[in-house]
Nanobody, 120 residues
Framework: QVQLVESGGGLVQAGGSLRLSCAAS????????MGWYRQAPGKQRELVAV???????NFADSVKGRFTISRDNAKNTVTLQMTSLKPEDTAIYYC??????????????WGKGTQVTVSS
């Protein structure tokens, strides 16, 4: 079994910063990409940022220049640093990872989500 456990999140004023962390645990051979998605009320889940095993990154246009993503391959963690937060960043943020197990197959895993609320 593999679990993704998120931490961080909370309530912050516009212009503030938050850091989200996610740790993968369980039977893991390797992790391909790790990233963050978010879902605001009444909206579809959308990609926020992703980092590959080779440290290539991709960001949603709406967060470019404000958010950074990093991962620690030794600890199987991914961190999303969010700055200059806006009310429209308010959403539940989900950690995602594509993880290869010892059978060689790759599975898509999700965390339970953490709430980020940005007040104006």
């Amino acid at each position: 079994q593999v679990q993704l456990v998120e931490s961080g999140g909370g309530l912050v004023q516009a212009g503030g910063s938050l850091r989200l962390s996610c740790a993968a645990s369980g039977i893991i051979l390797s992790i391909n990409s790790m990233g963050w998605y978010r879902q605001a009320p009444g909206k579809q889940r959308e990609l926020v940022a992703v980092v590959t095993s080779g440290s290539n990154t991709n960001f949603a246009d709406s967060v470019k220049g404000r958010f950074t993503i990093s991962r620690d391959n030794a600890k199987n963690t991914v961190t999303l640093q969010m700055t200059s937060l806006k009310p429209e960043d308010t959403a539940i943020y989900y950690c995602n990872a594509f993880i290869r197990n010892y059978s060689g197959r790759v599975y898509d895993y999700w965390g339970k989500g953490t709430q980020v609320t940005v007040s104006s």
